[in-house]
Antibody, heavy 120, light 108 residues
Framework: QITLKESGPTLVKPTQTLTLTCSFS??????????VGWIRQPPGKALEWLAH???????RYNSSLKSRLTITKDTSKNHVVLTMTNLDTVDTGTYFC????????????WGQGILVTVSS | EIVLTQSPATLSLSPGERATLSCRAS??????LAWYQQKPGQAPRLLIY???KRATGVPARFSGGGSRTDFTLTINSLEPEDFAVYYC??????????FGGGTKVEIK
């Protein structure tokens, strides 16, 4: 059974850096093709893809946010970490991590999400 | 960059009716098109992948179709638990992932 869980701060001040951790079990991020993505959702709005990391350590970023994002993995700890710099109130929303078993496969499993509020 | 446009934004229907949701891509996405269902306070749930394949445990009343740039999700005979927001999603070389803006299926 695959599980993912997001953790990190739920309240962040503008201009600060957000660090979120996705802890997972039931799969290995060293298996060929496996990848993990981060997706966010502002309150009442649609899903927005943020970043991706692949089994071979390749990374991809949403082009509009690329300068602010860093995604890394620790295969031995079964963690994926997303860092977002220079937060603004518009970054408020629920942040999800999700597992995909193949490069072009859909997200089969999702974490429960973590609501992050950016406010002074 | 591939942009997905979903329509309508809201679909008002009664239980037992059929729902037809549309997802249009700005360029061909081959068959790497998926649909998710999201209920309030929950993570999205995968329903359909590769255009028309049902994910594990998804009832047969859900079906997907289409090709290249035009795709549909059909829900035959809506059940009370089907009222939710539905998103289409594509996977490609670039961007690796994009989502549509969502269609809310609400009770009429």
């Amino acid at each position: 059974q695959i599980t993912l869980k997001e953790s990190g701060p739920t309240l962040v001040k503008p201009t600060q850096t957000l660090t979120l951790t996705c802890s997972f079990s039931g799969f290995s991020l060293s298996t060929n093709g496996v990848n993990v993505g981060w997706i966010r959702q502002p309150p009442g709005k649609a899903l927005e893809w943020l970043a991706h990391i692949y089994w071979d350590n390749d990374t991809r970023y949403n082009s509009s946010l690329k300068s602010r994002l860093t995604i890394t993995k620790d295969t031995s700890k079964n963690h994926v970490v997303l860092t977002m710099t220079n937060l603004d109130t518009v970054d408020t929303g629920t942040y999800f991590c999700a597992h995909s078993p193949g490069v072009l496969a859909p997200f089969q499993s999702w974490g429960q999400g973590i609501l992050v509020t950016v406010s002074s | 960059e591939i942009v997905l446009t979903q329509s309508p934004a809201t679909l008002s229907l009664s239980p037992g009716e059929r729902a037809t949701l549309s997802c249009r891509a700005s360029q061909s996405v081959s068959y790497y098109l998926a649909w998710y269902q999201q209920k309030p306070g929950q993570a999205p749930r995968l329903l359909i992948y590769d255009v028309s394949k049902r994910a594990t445990g998804v009832p047969a009343r859900f079906s997907g179709g289409g090709s290249r740039t035009d795709f549909t999700l059909t829900i035959n005979s809506l059940e009370p638990e089907d009222f939710a927001v539905y998103y289409c999603q594509q996977r490609s070389n670039w961007p690796p992932v994009s989502f549509g803006g969502g269609t809310k299926v609400e009770i009429k």
